[in-house]
């Protein structure tokens, strides 16, 4: 567990403008003084250059602090006729150091198949980039009791197309898919269950990679219910999304990430 720095990731979605990340950056300097937890912002990707400026710029403000930039999607694909989309390489270009793959919103609203997953995991290691792998259940499928299953098999496809020690430069994020944007959450027990499965599967065929990886709760984490989960002996911290767009809860959230 010494090994595994805590990691708040907020995830704006199509959400948010200069300002909050401006108004985050200021709370930031005057809060954020160690690095005993890592922050990752994943702005709208028209906002890269101007996170990417406010790091540079808050250098010296955040120093001893653990503050990056991550994408909230790429494409598999390195260049091409593929409008609208954004290259691996373009992000690093861009100052990124991490990117969300298989978010369930990109899986459900946009037909990613765990395929094209594995695909983008592997697209975004080529060129220099840690992926945040989301994997997670339906509501019905958790009735159904089919939650490992589930992600078993999401796990699988990436693990059978990259290799198991591709991990060694992964995150991966268990996000409900009954609790994301609903309000919901599962219970710190719900959510210690299912990380100690994915921490489990992967220590079968390397138990270095399930010893080390970061594995992340995201499903509607707020600050009261925060300190519970990041308790959780297999919990390394949150993907945040709504609270991410709060300044105050996001620091919030980051403060508590630090002393979990």
Request: some cysteine.
């Amino acid at each position: 567990m010494a090994l595994r720095r805590p990691m708040v990731a907020g995830n704006w979605k199509m959400n948010g403008n200069a300002p909050l990340a401006q108004e985050l950056f200021k709370k930031f300097a005057a809060k954020l003084q160690n690095d005993s937890a890592e922050v990752v912002l994943c702005p709208p990707s028209i906002y890269l250059e101007s996170v990417r400026q406010l790091l540079e710029n808050n250098k010296k403000t955040l120093d001893g602090s653990l503050v990056r930039m991550g994408a909230q999607n790429l494409s598999q694909h390195d260049f091409g006729a593929y409008t609208g989309e954004i290259s691996g390489q373009m992000l690093k270009d861009s100052g990124c150091r991490y990117v969300i793959i298989g978010h369930s919103e990109r899986r459900r609203m946009y037909g990613e198949t765990s395929t094209i997953v594995a695909e983008k995991f592997a697209a975004a290691q080529k060129n220099g980039l840690t992926p945040i792998l989301c994997v997670g259940e339906s509501g019905p499928a958790r009735e159904a009791r089919r939650t490992f299953e589930v992600i078993a098999e999401e796990l699988d496809i990436v693990i059978e197309k990259n290799g198991t020690m591709a991990f060694d430069n992964a995150i991966i994020a268990y996000e409900p898919l009954w609790a994301v944007g609903t309000g919901k959450s599962a219970t710190p027990e719900q959510a210690q269950e299912v990380h100690a499965f994915i921490r489990n599967r992967l220590s079968e065929v390397s138990p270095f990679i399930g010893e080390n990886i970061r594995i992340l709760y995201g499903g509607s984490v707020t600050p009261s219910n925060a300190a519970d989960i990041f308790a959780q002996p297999d919990v390394d911290g949150g993907l945040i999304g709504g609270a991410s767009l709060n300044s105050s809860e996001f620091l919030s959230l980051c403060t508590i990430a630090m002393s979990a």
